[in-house]
């Protein structure tokens, strides 16, 4: 008798499981990044480092950026075109800071005022992948965020890095096939994808 009962119980903790992760498979991206990703740790140090940008799957025909202002209470900026989201946490600014975030036209890589911004908390970013020459495909090599320090520098070719920032990439369920990359970031200025 404890046995079916024990069998039972893992039975319905096994369909249980099944049915949810049928459920959360619709394929569309959580903009907002899965929680509890475990981000955390200082930048790495990758001053001499080139890297690869990712590109997206076409060129951004025009200026494609967002503006908003964020204050001690926290906030969300986003970027549709692209599939970009910044989680400001309450108490990230001491005060109202207007935020302005370009992306660039060819490459998974953004701008962001004003320059030399501090945060006071982390900030999360998280960019879909499903706009870029990653789509629909598994993942051959590892995903960074990166910090280029220079704002003057191409992206075109390989590109000199500053830093490496924690990151993780969020797959689709059951799959090889990368959803989205989310890293923290504790300054501004120029942030770009790339595989080293």
Not at 161 to 174: G, L
Request: proline residues 7%; aromatic residues 8%.
């Amino acid at each position: 008798m404890l046995r079916s009962k024990v069998v039972r119980s893992f039975a319905a903790i096994v369909g249980s499981i099944f049915i949810a992760s049928c459920a959360t498979d619709s394929g569309v991206p959580d903009v907002a990044g899965p929680p509890d990703l475990g981000l955390s740790g200082p930048a790495i140090d990758a001053a001499g480092r080139q890297f690869d940008a990712l590109w997206w799957n076409q060129n951004l025909s025009a200026v494609v950026q967002a503006t908003k202002t964020i204050d001690q209470s926290g906030g969300v900026l986003t970027i549709p075109e692209t599939g970009l989201t910044m989680e400001f946490p309450a108490g990230a600014v001491s005060g109202p800071l207007t935020i302005t975030v370009t992306a660039d036209q060819q490459y998974v890589a953004y701008k962001m005022d004003p320059a030399g911004t501090k945060f006071l908390k982390d900030v999360t970013v998280t960019q879909s992948l499903s706009n870029t020459k990653l789509s629909g495909q598994p993942l051959q090599s590892q995903i960074y965020a990166t910090y280029i320090a220079d704002d003057s520098v191409s992206l075109s070719g390989r590109v000199p890095v500053f830093e490496i920032e924690p990151s993780k990439t969020v797959f689709f369920p059951n799959s090889s096939v990368p959803q989205a990359q989310v890293w923290i970031i504790r300054h501004f200025s120029r942030y770009m994808l790339a595989s080293g």
